[in-house]
């Protein structure tokens, strides 16, 4: 029986206690602030004078003021409200210049809101604890309770490429339509890619694995011409693809074909309750000699990208008069995983329990695309 998408959903909570990419690497420069915004929680992001990334709050622990209107001199940010200073690396208060001489407040004690942040694969990543606001008046940030996600690489030597585009909905209607099986002969039609006509069966299997699944190890799908042109350029008597999905938001796939291979981690980041963003970042060694390779990989992935994002656009016109919506097995059995696991993880924070995973193991998936 269908069930319903709203008894799926927690009300589009969004998860705490995650790394998210913030910003791509290129756009923040040395000695620069920039503004960024994750989870609803308004950010300052910037590089110190070696080079390094920091996360603050974007807002003065005195009165509120952004710290992004004030300046930075490449180790300390300054308030322009009143000229409080701010080490960027930690949060910490290092001046207060309405103090007098005989005042003694410890201004060392005093923090701004300050987040764990790491640099990898063309994105800086900022930890969001569970918290809050992590930092903010006399307490030191909280640290990440895991590692950066990474990109996997197969070789020593490849290309890389990295998308993005913002999406008018909630982060769950990005992601279960990041992970849809069903709507590629639709949304995703060209003459180089696959036609509606193409549509055939399919089966896949799916595992469990820590915060989330799996689709095991299998051949791409026969309609699809990249794919065939793949198996021909390497060479290849068997091409593999296996694709996982993590909470909060992470899809990775990774396809091998002999010596060749391709990876890519997406994600779907919550901006605000009703605004998401899409990031693809890709490496590969397939075609890495071609001068047009590189250009017809990133093509293909520009394509998908924006075509996904107008379908999230259209979707969003519906969706603003809160219509009755439903899952079906078994194609959208992965989104009824995601939601579950979800809930999971927040019962488990509520609780202190340990997370109950909802597949109780490898499950095997029928849908015609």
Not at 59 to 88: I, N, T
Not at 176 to 192: E, K, R
Request: proline share 7%; with cysteine; glycine share 6%.
């Amino acid at each position: 029986m269908p069930e319903e998408l709203q008894r799926q959903t927690p009300d589009s909570l969004m998860l705490f206690g995650f790394w998210y990419r913030a910003l791509p690497s290129e756009l923040v420069s040395r000695n620069r602030m920039n503004k960024a915004m994750l989870l609803e929680v308004p950010l300052l992001i910037g590089r110190d004078r070696a080079g390094k990334a920091f996360a603050l709050r974007d807002a003065c622990p005195h009165r509120g003021m952004p710290l992004s209107c004030g300046g930075f001199d490449g180790q300390q940010v300054e308030c322009s409200y009143h000229g409080w200073k701010f080490a960027a690396q930690t949060g910490q208060c290092t001046e207060i210049p309405s103090l007098t001489s005989d005042q003694k407040l410890k201004v060392d004690r005093i923090y701004a809101g300050s987040f764990a942040c790491e640099e990898r694969d063309s994105f800086i990543w900022v930890f969001i604890p569970e918290t809050g606001p992590a930092g903010a008046g006399f307490t030191r940030r909280e640290e990440a309770s895991a590692h950066v996600p990474q990109l996997p690489l197969f070789s020593e030597k490849y290309r890389t490429a990295y998308l993005r585009a913002e999406m008018p909905v909630s982060v769950d209607h990005g992601i279960i339509g990041l992970m849809d099986p069903a709507h590629g002969p639709f949304v995703h039609q060209a003459w180089w890619w696959r036609k509606r006509e193409s549509i055939h069966e399919k089966q896949k299997n799916f595992e469990p694995i820590p915060n989330g699944f799996r689709m095991s190890a299998h051949t791409p799908s026969s309609n699809s011409a990249p794919y065939k042109l793949l198996r021909l350029y390497a060479d290849a008597t068997a091409i593999s693809t296996t694709i996982d999905f993590v909470l909060p938001n992470l899809r990775m796939e990774t396809i091998q074909a002999g010596k060749y291979w391709f990876s890519s981690l997406t994600t779907v980041t919550p901006i605000t309750r009703g605004h998401c963003r899409i990031d693809v970042v890709a490496a590969w060694n397939i075609f890495r000699w071609l001068p047009w390779g590189p250009g017809l990989l990133k093509f293909v992935f520009a394509k998908f990208v924006e075509q996904d994002r107008k379908t999230m656009e259209d979707q969003a016109e519906g969706l603003k008069y809160n219509p009755h919506l439903m899952l079906i097995d078994d194609a959208d059995r992965p989104a009824k995983w995601y939601f579950q696991l979800k809930q999971a993880y927040l019962e488990s924070g509520r609780t202190g329990t340990e997370m109950q995973h909802p597949m109780a193991g490898p499950v095997t998936l029928k849908w015609r695309s």
